[in-house]
T-cell receptor, first 117, second 112 residues
Framework: DAGVTQSPTHLIKTRGQHVTLRCSPI?????VSWYQQVLGQGPQFIFQ???????GRGNFPDRFSARQFPNYSSELNVNALLLGDSALYLC????????????????FGAGSRLTVL | SQQGEEDPQALSIQEGENATMNCSYK?????LQWYRQNSGRGLVHLIL?????REKHSGRLRVTLDTSKKSSSLLITASRAADTASYFC????????????FGTGTQLKVEL
């Protein structure tokens, strides 16, 4: 079975541009989460979607938005890019929106590395 | 912002030795998870420990959780060069859905 797939793997943008990152979850997984990982730090939560509805949002500006499609794939959009948006963007999927004892185990994709010049 | 800190930030050991990494967090949790990341790529889940558990084992991994001290430790026994990676703890909260709050990570290097 295919794991979580993300595209593109690498991309370079300039300040002020817009970027769209895509994620396909593991088959049967209905929850997708997005994380931003700046070099040298741990991942930071951006969004969670479950059954096409937003279930959580991290402390990110409105320039960041996301959506989930009927096939459970997801897009992360970032507008008006800043240099500080340069990071590895990770998508993770899980079967359910939450676990019985808190967050489920997440399966991560390999990430999309965004460089903003 | 990060939920907590991991200690040490970097650890270098010889193959066959044990590696211990510590994680501290700030608020009450439902569960704590450990993940591994190779060379800035995707994270791989290692082990989950619930807030009512104190210790858990998985192969060469042993995780402990002390909720009174808000801390956890990950022990890798008989380390191998292939264990070289960054290790992150991540905490989950009541009502947080699948949101995980990650620590700052420990970079482990296992030398031959």
């Amino acid at each position: 079975d295919a794991g979580v797939t993300q595209s593109p793997t690498h991309l370079i943008k300039t300040r002020g541009q817009h970027v769209t990152l895509r994620c396909s979850p593991i088959s049967g997984h209905k929850s997708v989460s997005w994380y931003q990982q700046v070099l040298g730090q741990g991942p930071q939560f951006i969004f969670q979607y479950y059954e096409k509805e937003e279930r959580g949002r991290g402390n990110f500006p409105d320039r960041f938005s996301a959506r989930q499609f009927p096939n459970y794939s997801s897009e992360l959009n970032v507008n008006a890019l800043l240099l500080g948006d340069s990071a590895l963007y990770l998508c993770a999927s899980s079967e359910a929106g939450t676990g019985i004892t808190g967050a489920n185990v997440l399966t991560f994709g390999a990430g999309s590395r965004l460089t903003v010049l | 912002s990060q939920q907590g800190e991991e200690d040490p930030q970097a650890l270098s050991i010889q193959e066959g030795e044990n590696a211990t990494m510590n994680c501290s967090y700030k608020t009450s949790i439902n569960n704590l998870q450990w993940y591994r990341q190779n060379s800035g790529r995707g994270l791989v889940h290692l082990i989950l420990i619930r807030s009512n558990e104190r210790e858990k084992h998985s192969g060469r991994l042993r995780v402990t959780l002390d909720t009174s001290k808000k801390s956890s430790s990950l022990l890798i026994t008989a380390s191998r060069a292939a264990d070289t990676a960054s290790y992150f703890c991540a905490t989950a909260f009541t009502g947080g859905g699948n949101k995980l709050t990650f620590g700052t990570g420990t970079q482990l290097k296992v030398e031959l």
